[in-house]
């Protein structure tokens, strides 16, 4: 598991630099860096580890290019980043057995830490745990944006998104996933299960108050309207999706059902990251 471990870790490096820069060839940069840097505090020395710590640098590279890349073009091509990451993920869990367990700097270092149960954990476990955390961070909203651009959830570029309704999902996301990874860990599985819940409870007022003022039942001061179809003065509206003054409303593409699609998809996306990373911290 060294080596997934270094690829998740190499991958999350990455993606917070190409997210808080906006240039590609700096996570491509970073992600190899991170790689080596990696090996070198575990210990990762021998020639099994080299070969893994190797496929790990190099996908980390083509995961950086294939995603500026889908983020450009959209649409179904976004497909491709998301088969790239399962696929090398699933070739260094076939490798395992290649890499050595984890030693080094970091063997010594949660021998040496003062941290109640830290010394009992296998350091292995100690860096594959890092990086599932990574994990939950940019790269989990970058996985979740891919799927929901490749099942059209999100419009092409320069068009109103479903994300405009709901804000702070991208920051509610890596929340969500770090608390669900969190308290699995600790055994807290009931919280972690409140955790799903409360994200529903939450949205499901909001969207079902959008879906009211869709269907054209709320009108401006909350009273409900007695026709939806009819504006001030008994005059017919002529079309819904003009705004007072004949200006076009910004999102006239964007209804109640994207943004629910947008909302399940989305969260069920989330989830899968979070178990994902805590299935990968129990083959530890």
Not at 34 to 60: K, S
Request: with cysteine; hydrophobic share 50%.
């Amino acid at each position: 598991m060294s080596g997934v471990a270094v690829l998740l870790i190499a991958v999350g490096c990455a993606d917070i630099v190409r997210r808080l820069s906006g240039r590609t060839w700096a996570a491509a940069l970073t992600g190899p860096s991170a790689a080596v840097a990696t090996a070198a505090l575990c210990g990762l020395w021998h020639l099994g580890d080299l070969i893994v710590v190797g496929i790990a640098a190099v996908a980390t590279v083509a995961w950086e290019v294939v995603c500026s890349h889908a983020e450009r073009v959209g649409g179904r091509r976004q497909v491709a980043p998301l088969v790239l990451f399962a696929g090398v993920l699933a070739v260094l869990l076939a490798l395992s057995g290649l890499a050595s367990p984890v030693a080094g700097p970091v063997k010594a270092w949660a021998r040496w830490a003062e941290i109640p149960g830290l010394g009992a954990v296998e350091p292995t476990r100690i860096v594959v745990v890092a990086g599932v955390v990574l994990l939950q961070l940019v790269t989990g909203n970058q996985l979740v944006r891919l799927l929901l651009g490749s099942v059209g959830s999100v419009k092409p570029a320069g068009q109103p998104q479903p994300s405009d309704r709901l804000k702070g999902g991208r920051l509610l996301g890596p929340m969500e996933r770090l608390l669900i990874v969190g308290l699995t860990l600790s055994g807290q599985l009931t919280a972690a299960t409140a955790v799903v819940a409360a994200k529903s409870i939450i949205r499901f007022p909001e969207i079902s108050a959008q879906r009211a003022s869709a269907n054209g039942r709320i009108g401006p001061g909350g009273p409900e309207r007695s026709d939806p179809g009819i504006g001030p003065g008994g005059q017919e509206r002529s079309d819904p999706g003009i705004g007072p003054g004949g200006q076009e409303r910004s999102d006239p593409g964007i209804n109640i059902d994207d943004v629910t699609e947008y909302f399940l998809v989305g969260s069920f996306a989330s989830w899968i990251v979070a178990l994902g990373g805590l299935a990968l911290t129990v083959a530890s």
